[in-house]
């Protein structure tokens, strides 16, 4: 079954589809919307590791706040 999505994007290339085909034969994709679906399923990873990360800087901060700055307790 096909991604619609990557369907539309190779749909609307145009004038770059035969850089993006080149590109994608010198990286070893089969095809172009072999290509295209990596090139996504990438982007998605990246948001989610990025995500991942900034909440744990945010847990990480709190724990900071949690502590008590002074010696006494």
């Not at 096909?2 to 070893?28: D, P, T």
């Not at 290509?35 to 990438?42: A, G, N, Q, R």
Request: proline share 0%; aromatic share 6%.
């Amino acid at each position: 079954m096909q991604n619609q999505e990557i369907v539309k994007i190779i749909e609307n290339l145009g004038g770059r589809k035969n850089y993006e085909e080149k590109r994608a034969s010198k990286l070893g994709f089969a095809s172009l919307y072999d290509y295209f679906e990596d090139k996504i399923s990438k982007k998605q990873k990246a948001i989610e590791d990025e995500q991942k990360e900034l909440e744990a800087s945010k847990a990480e901060e709190q724990s900071k706040a949690n502590k008590k700055s002074c010696g006494c307790c």
